[in-house]
């Protein structure tokens, strides 16, 4: 590495939600590299910010009830104290939504502008009528028109990670009203992306550091051909005005998210530089650039921003990609139990017990990482604890209990010259963000240790002064290792590395303040007690089972029971796939009633003939004994019901366990256990029966 000025990134959390588990692997493998550039001298900041624009944080303003700027603000705090909480360390976390991002958007949109890379085009833009509004590309939903996922946004497919225009929606209809929307010509900025496809083409063919799956991943979209890219939204929209937009385009446009995002990386910098008397110049064009960032927004970080940065006559960033967070092998999911915000786990294991596992499984591949929980107990466990923090710890505590002061220290160039080797390839680790292997080789530093200290067996009683001056110095060597591990493993453990600097009778030192050049193995001091250096896992998070499986559905079709005078014959659209569904419904409803209506079905009952047709679900309804209603709901189809905090398991039950799972209705919601059920994230409500109806 050249000793230049280097910024590392990770991807800016939108300030619509709660840190989760699967947002920390990024902000902790930043802070890896970050911590690691700083250990070996380098001029390095770790830059991020709040993602703070765009249709989601309107919206949800909105449903809060308070401004735009005061929710965004909010979870800005929350997020900063959250990301805290597990010991990354931001140089700068900064926002959007700020003066300097306005000002460098702006400088952005001129320059290009001025070079001939934007242009204003009439287009045909999703329009609701009954709303009176265009929808920007969150407001509408559809199928992905190139995986064919259901209920997808307008602007990127969460599937497959396809980019597309809103009006490329298969079947496309507005979140608003839920209306179809129509085509209307509206004024619209774009950025002629296609005009830097060659650029592009050369950037990705030539650049040595790209991972070999992103670079066939881009390849692709490349091949295809690269469309040009609008830039500008229609009001309402939370976010930066266009300069001149009401002249040039007839109305005010916004910036889109997705282009001041990422110049928000760089005002982030500036923020800092202005505050601390540098330039932001002198880091992201006479420097280094890394970003960290999820494979979900590849699209916008090898296409968009590269061709804006080349147009900017800014070096382009290296680009490190990782995979998604899978719990227990399944996908994120708070239906399942599997979602964990960055609070829930706090509350119930050690932050460093997750740096740890995730940098014992991170290395450059695109891949996804399984926090599987017992791995995860048996890595702290066996590996943290039984293996660098026993080792550690036993070697501090019997030196400060026998000796108080390391006076000298046994030679060993056997020993020294095996470790320091590995040192060498723990750096080269480190710097490859190759985290994975630079954990087992420090675990293979810390044998060598485990296993010098019990060949010395410094605890046996030692017959002449001889022997007790070896048995001393021997523990003298082991403190150095002790020593220089806490060096090497400080980028993953920084708190576990403090503890031990602390011993070393060195509080006036931060773990950030010590250097790779301080290994050595000539140190001598004086040992205070050490702290507990592993929380040891005693148990794993339990999440009781909700064992029924309830998704959204839409009856398309209503017949009656070709045997069955009281029965009807469904077919029923869950988006991915139909049902048939037999009901014995026909004295409560007509068919005309149930036609179309989108309601709640019971998904894992055991599938049944019921006179002679087969029934693959049953349809879910709340009686009070006088009353009876279908579950309504107003959620995309195929929607999975969930109740907070418990696991919804999707395996086949019978008639009798369905009805020992007692569903209630309360002050006018379904509840399981006095816990809401909810679809798509809103609760489900049946307001036309009494309180202790019963569902069924």
């Known amino acids: 590495m050249d000793p230049q000025k280097i910024v590392v990134t990770a991807a800016l959390p939108y300030a619509n939600g709660s840190i989760h588990i699967g947002h920390l692997l990024e902000y902790i493998q930043g802070d890896i590299f970050a911590r690691f550039l700083k250990l070996i001298g380098k001029d390095a900041l770790y830059i991020c910010a709040s993602d703070m624009h765009g249709t989601p944080i309107q919206v949800n303003a909105k449903k809060a009830g308070i401004d735009p700027e005061e929710f965004v603000e909010m979870y800005w705090q929350e997020h900063q104290k959250d990301i805290a909480s597990f010991l990354v360390h931001f140089d700068n976390f900064y926002k959007t939504h700020s003066p300097e991002n306005k000002e460098l958007a702006e400088l952005f949109f001129s320059t290009l502008k001025q070079k001939g890379l934007i242009s204003l085009k009439e287009i045909e833009q999703m329009y609701d009528e009954e709303a009176k509004q265009f929808l920007p590309d969150r407001f509408v939903k559809g199928k992905c028109p190139k995986c064919k996922a259901e209920d997808q946004y307008g602007d990127v497919c969460e599937s497959c990670g396809a980019a597309y225009n809103t009006s490329d929606l298969i079947n496309p209809y507005s979140v608003l009203t839920k209306s179809k929307p129509v085509l209307k010509k509206s004024n619209h900025y774009f950025f002629k992306l296609s005009k830097m496809s060659r650029q592009l083409q050369r950037w990705i063919k030539s650049h040595p550091l790209l991972q070999p799956e992103m670079v066939n991943f881009v390849q692709q979209w490349l091949d295809e051909g690269l469309q040009d890219w609008c830039i500008s939204r229609d009001a309402p929209y939370f976010g930066f005005e266009i300069p001149n937009s009401k002249e040039e385009a007839g109305a005010p446009k916004y910036f889109y998210v997705w282009l001041d995002a990422p110049i928000g990386y760089i005002s982030s910098t500036k923020n800092y530089c202005d505050a601390n008397g540098k330039s932001w110049d002198d880091y992201w064009?006479?420097?280094?650039?890394?970003?960290?960032?999820?494979?979900?927004?590849?699209?916008?970080?090898?296409?968009?921003?590269?061709?804006?940065?080349?147009?900017?006559d800014i070096p382009i960033p290296r680009l490190t990609v990782h995979g998604f967070i899978t719990v227990n092998g399944q996908k994120m999911s708070k239906s399942r139990g599997t979602f964990f915000?960055?609070?829930?786990?706090?509350?119930?294991?050690?932050?460093?017990?997750?740096?740890?596992?995730?940098?014992?499984?991170?290395?450059?591949?695109?891949?996804?990482?399984?926090?599987?929980?017992?791995?995860?107990?048996?890595?702290?466990?066996?590996?943290?604890m039984g293996n660098l923090g026993n080792f550690c710890y036993r070697t501090l505590t019997f030196a400060q209990k026998n000796y108080g002061e390391i006076t000298k220290t046994a030679a060993e160039p056997q020993l020294v010259s095996e470790l320091e080797k590995l040192f060498v390839e723990i750096k080269q680790n480190y710097q490859d963000m190759d985290f994975k292997t630079a954990v087992k080789n420090i675990m293979k530093a810390a044998d060598i240790g485990n296993a010098y200290f019990q060949k010395a067996e410094p605890w046996k009683k030692k017959e002449n002064e001889a022997e007790k001056e070896e048995a001393r110095a021997a523990v003298g060597f082991c403190v150095n290792i002790a020593r220089n591990l806490a060096i090497i493993c400080s980028p993953i453990l920084p708190e576990f590395s403090r503890k031990i600097f602390s011993s070393l009778n060195q509080t006036g030192r931060s773990e950030t303040s010590f250097r790779w050049v301080d290994l050595s193995f000539h140190w001598k001091g004086r040992i205070e007690e050490v702290q507990k250096l592993v929380e040891k896992i005693e148990e794993l998070p339990q999440r009781e089972n909700f064992s029924l499986s309830i998704k959204a559905g839409q009856i398309v079709e209503v017949k009656n029971h070709p045997n069955a005078d009281s029965l009807y014959l469904m077919q029923v659209d869950f988006g991915s796939q139909k049902k048939q569904v037999v009901a014995g419904l026909k004295k409560y409803f007509t068919s005309e009633q149930l036609q179309g209506k989108k309601a709640l079905f019971l998904m894992n009952l055991k599938p049944v003939k019921i006179r002679g047709e087969k029934s693959e679900a049953m349809t879910l309804v709340a009686d009070d004994g006088q009353i009876l209603a279908l579950l309504e709901v107003d959620a995309p189809l195929g929607s999975q019901v969930s109740v907070d905090g418990l696991a919804v398991s999707e395996a086949e039950i019978g008639f009798d366990e369905f009805q020992k799972v007692n569903l209630v209705v309360e002050k006018g919601r379904v509840v399981y256990k006095s816990k809401v059920l909810k679809a798509a994230g809103k609760e489900i409500a049946v307001t036309s029966v009494k309180d202790g109806a019963k569902i069924g």
């Open 341 to 384: 915000t960055a609070q829930e786990f706090l509350e119930k294991f050690d932050p460093e017990a997750l740096r740890f596992y995730y940098a014992s499984h991170l290395d450059r591949k695109v891949i996804d990482v399984d926090l599987n929980f017992t791995e995860f107990q048996a890595v702290v466990n066996n590996v943290l």
């Open 285 to 312: 064009k006479k420097g280094d650039v890394y970003h960290v960032l999820g494979k979900d927004i590849t699209y916008f970080h090898f296409l968009f921003w590269p061709a804006m940065l080349m147009a900017m």
